[in-house]
C-alpha cells in the first residue's frame, strides 16, 4: 500500500526547513528586494497623481530600509562567528570564549548562529508586512490593518539603528 500523504513533520523539522536552505535564501532575497520594490511603487503612484495610493506605499519603504539593516547586521555576526581570526585578531585572553583561539572562535561563532536564524525569521514577518500594504487587486484599495505594527517595526529599526551606530 502506497503513501500518498506525507506524515507530518516534528515542529523542529518544519522551523529548520523554514529557516535553512532554499526557503532561508529565498526570504533573504525578498527582505533585500522589498525596498526597490516599495519605492518603485511609491514613485510610480507618485507620478500618476494618486498621493493617498503614493501615502500608502511608505510604510513598506520603512519596512524595506529595516529590512536592510537586518540583512547587514547578520552578514556582519556570520562574518565575524565564521572568520573570527581573521576579523578580529588581537588578545584572545580577554575575548568572548577566550583565553584560547579555539574557545574564542566557538563562542563567536556559537552567537552568530542564533543571530541569523532570527534574521531569517524577522525578515519573513517584514516581507510579509510589506507585502500587505499593496493593493489586493488592481484598482482595489490596499489593506491598511497591519500599518500600526508596520509603524511600530519601522520605529523599532530606527532605534536598533541609532542604537547599533553609536556602539561603533
Not at 516534528?10 to 532575497?29: C, H, I, N, Q, S
Not at 524577522?122 to 484599495?141: C, I, K
Request: aromatic share 6%.
Amino acid at each position: 500500500m502506497e503513501r500518498t500523504q506525507q506524515s507530518p513533520g516534528t515542529p523542529a523539522r518544519e522551523f529548520v526547513a523554514k529557516t535553512v536552505g532554499r526557503p532561508g535564501l529565498a526570504t533573504v532575497g525578498r527582505g533585500i528586494t522589498l525596498l526597490p520594490v516599495s519605492a518603485g511603487r511609491f514613485l510610480r503612484e507618485l507620478s500618476r497623481g494618486r498621493f493617498a495610493d503614493a501615502l500608502s506605499a511608505l510604510p513598506a519603504v520603512g519596512l524595506g530600509l529595516v529590512a536592510w539593516f537586518i540583512v547587514l547586521i547578520s552578514a556582519q555576526a556570520a562574518v565575524n562567528g565564521a572568520l573570527y581570526p581573521l576579523v578580529d585578531a588581537h588578545d584572545y585572553r580577554h575575548s568572548w570564549g577566550g583565553p584560547t583561539l579555539a574557545g574564542a572562535w566557538a563562542a563567536h561563532a556559537a552567537l552568530a548562529v542564533p543571530v541569523v536564524v532570527a534574521a531569517v525569521w524577522l525578515l519573513r514577518v517584514l516581507v510579509a508586512l510589506g507585502s500587505h500594504d499593496q493593493p489586493a487587486s488592481a484598482g482595489s484599495p490596499p489593506r491598511r490593518r497591519h500599518l500600526p505594527l508596520s509603524l511600530l517595526l519601522v520605529a523599532a529599526g530606527a532605534v536598533l539603528l541609532v542604537a547599533w551606530l553609536h556602539q561603533l
